[in-house]
């Protein structure tokens, strides 16, 4: 009888566990799946690229390698997100079963400051800014907006006392390991949006 009752708790700490979770885990997947599909997006868009560079050369050489290269920059800084993820483990932060501050601590120093790992990620989103800008060519302001609004690291940003803040502290403002495990994953979709943002420019000229 004991047993039965114990079970019987079990399940019903479980399922009201499970509750709690329900709406961090759909916000969580509905956000990988807009990256999955800006992913293949992004796909097919550099595959009729590539095709139409092959047929014409002369006419994208120029475009191809500004791609080529806005790609590589993009790509390596996706990367680096997806694999702190995978040493942060997701599951891990949604049934919050890490300790406190596990996440904070693989970006932010004690002090505030940016770790080792802190300071790559920093590198990789200073790289992409700068073929950001190198790439837009007809100075087109949404193209630039954009870069400005989420790839610039010494940029101007504000917490909502209107007090300065640096780029990190903006973009990691919650600090919890399910904030910044989600602060990434936004990241990495801004990422892929600049991306198809390009394409669009690039196939309407």
């Known amino acids: 009888m004991f047993k039965k009752l114990s079970l019987f708790g079990l399940f019903i700490v479980v399922g009201g566990y499970a509750q709690h979770d329900f709406s961090t885990y759909n916000a969580h997947k509905s956000l990988l799946k807009s990256i999955k599909v800006s992913d293949e997006v992004i796909e097919g868009r550099t595959a009729f690229f590539e095709k139409q560079a092959e047929e014409k050369p002369l006419m994208f050489q120029k475009t191809r390698v500004r791609i080529g290269e806005l790609n590589r920059l993009a ?3 996706s990367k680096f997100i997806v694999n702190t993820q995978k040493e942060v483990n997701t599951e891990r932060v949604i049934y919050d079963l890490l300790d406190e501050d596990f996440y904070r601590k693989i970006l932010f ?5 940016l770790t080792k790992e802190g300071k790559k990620l920093k590198i990789k989103i200073d790289s992409l800014y700068d073929i950001s800008i190198r790439v837009n060519v007809h100075r087109l302001s949404q193209l630039e907006n954009f870069s400005e609004d989420h790839f610039k690291t010494n940029g101007e940003y504000y917490d909502h006392d209107g007090n300065q803040i640096s780029y990190f502290d903006q973009l990691f403002y ?31 000229y």
């Open 75 to 77: 790509n390596n800084l």
């Open 109 to 113: 120093k004690h002090n505030g400051s």
């Open 174 to 204: 919650d600090k919890t390991n399910y904030g910044i495990m989600m602060s990434m994953n936004y990241l990495l979709l801004d990422i892929k949006t600049f991306q198809l943002l390009y394409y669009g420019t690039v196939m309407s």
